[in-house]
């Protein structure tokens, strides 16, 4: 997978070295030599993924690091410190400022290269969600990339999983004062017991008995039910192929024996961060999809999502030559309601209107709002008669019972009045259908109201 690498450090001659291994490997590469042109490329959209040297003046990789992993626009990009400092309070100190990973002066080929596509991968995944998400705001749903970005990383849910007492302890004991941690023994049930719950991470111990620690994460990506989860590697020194390897099959990262605490912590914080990242960005664009086909009144399906349907159920009864109805729904006099008593008032009569419809409808009848105070519901597999049981059924129930005037504590008598047509032989559009079930509507409001028309077969 190419991508467009952002190269940024202070000296020529390092830009110049990794801009020549990077485009030998078919990858785009941009440069900048401070901080904040860093920023503005960035910002700018104008790559995928950032390797960030840590010791520039004015503004050091650390603070760059930070401003971008805290600005909406730029908190998905992917940032990997190119540094000659190799403590672990260094590298934590980028973990903590939101770094992805570390990559030590001179930089190995075979090391760099696969952590760059291991994150471009993870990145082009952010990529769909958000530009998805992009209109979401036309909704009114506000910032969702905010509020993703908003997120701790605190109180995950960790399954780690390592046979070793010794070291399964000792992880457990630094992860528990920040996450819920379960540990798990046995690696041939690991896979099971991650599929049952939603873990944000899982840690896998590369040095398992009679066990392939790579080809549990294998597992792990490759499952519906366990593929967004975090997969964090534990290895000894030595297996940096195997490392490698892992991060090739779509492990997120890695942490090397002896382990320490603070840098656990902070990687897996820093997972957790991410994974809860796309998580809202999903949640989000399911809501945004949602609000595009749902009345914001009712909570019924909107006139859009009612035609592209509506003319699906047709073709689909056709092709099968079953039967199919519609009824069409129209509150009496509503407008009387709301001129006496306020709109407040019919709008709470509508959204309990389409309350008392829902309950009298099967999960496969289809209820939109047409409009206004009419609402449309489809029938699938009924005929025009036991379509006209069900209006009727419907305009007895409304009429029963008395509808409450919002927060006045006054009860309203409603009563509705329901046109019904079936599919006929020589239809060919669902249009047809709504034409007859409309002129049967139009008929029982002549008729007095409070009852229910069924068109001529």
């Known amino acids: 997978m190419s991508a467009r690498v952002l190269v940024v450090d202070d000296i020529i001659t390092n830009v110049k070295l990794l801009e020549t291994k990077l485009s030998a490997e ?23 993924l950032v390797l960030l040297d840590v010791m520039m003046p004015d503004m050091d990789g650390f603070e760059v690091c930070r401003r971008l992993k805290n600005s909406p626009a730029t908190a ?20 903590d400022a939101g770094a992805d990973d570390f990559l ?30 992009m209109g979401s705001r036309t909704y009114g749903l506000g910032d969702p990339l905010a509020a993703a970005t908003a997120e701790t990383g605190q109180n995950g849910r960790v399954l780690l999983v390592d046979d070793r007492p010794s070291s399964y302890e000792r992880l457990s004991a630094a992860l528990s004062q920040y996450h819920r941690v379960e540990v798990e023994t046995n690696p041939h049930h690991a896979t099971i017991r ?16 009679d066990f392939d620690g790579l ?17 964090v590697l534990i290895a000894d020194m030595g297996e940096k192929a195997r490392v490698l390897r892992g991060l090739d099959i779509g492990a997120h990262d890695f942490l090397v024996r002896p382990v320490d605490r603070n840098e656990l912590v902070a990687r897996v914080r820093t997972q957790v961060r991410r994974k809860r990242f796309a998580e809202r960005l999903r949640d989000s664009v399911q809501f945004s999809m949602d609000a595009a086909v749902t009345d914001g009144l ?34 009496d006099r509503f407008k009387l309601i709301n001129d006496t008593f306020g709109h407040d008032v019919g709008d709470e009569v509508l959204r309990e209107f389409a309350t008392r419809i829902r309950t009298l409808t099967r999960n496969v009848d289809l209820v939109a709002r047409y409009g206004g105070e009419e609402i449309v519901v489809v029938v699938p597999e009924a005929s025009l008669e036991e379509a006209r049981v ?3 059924r419907i305009r007895e129930r409304v009429d029963a019972k008395l509808f ?29 259908i709504m034409k007859r079930a409309d002129l049967a509507l139009y008929k029982a409001k002549e008729s007095g109201r409070n009852r229910v028309i069924a068109a001529a077969a």
């Open 26 to 48: 078919y990858f785009d590469v941009v440069t900048a030599m401070n901080g904040p042109d860093a920023i503005d490329v960035c910002e700018r959209g104008l790559c995928d």
């Open 76 to 95: 998905h990009l992917p940032v990997v410190m190119v540094t000659a400092l190799d403590q672990p309070s260094d590298r934590l100190r980028g973990l």
């Open 104 to 133: 030590t002066k001179p930089v190995d080929d075979v090391a760099l290269f696969a952590r760059v596509r291991s994150l471009v991968r993870l990145k082009a995944v952010t990529d769909e969600l958000r530009a998805r998400l």
């Open 194 to 209: 991650a599929a049952e719950s939603d873990f944000d991470v899982v840690l896998v111990s590369l040095d398992l008995q």
């Open 215 to 231: 080809r549990l994460c294998g597992q792990l990506r490759s499952l519906e039910r366990t593929r967004h989860a975090a997969v």
């Open 298 to 331: 009712t909570g019924l399906h909107n006139r859009r999502y009612l035609d592209v349907h509506l003319a699906t159920l047709f073709d689909e009864a056709v092709r099968r030559g079953s039967e199919f109805a519609v009824l069409l729904l129209d509150i």
């Open 390 to 392: 069900v209006a009727e």
């Open 404 to 432: 409450k005037g919002g927060g006045s504590g006054r009860e309203l008598s409603v009563t509705v009045s329901i046109g019904v047509a079936a599919r006929q032989g020589l239809d060919i559009s669902s249009a047809e």
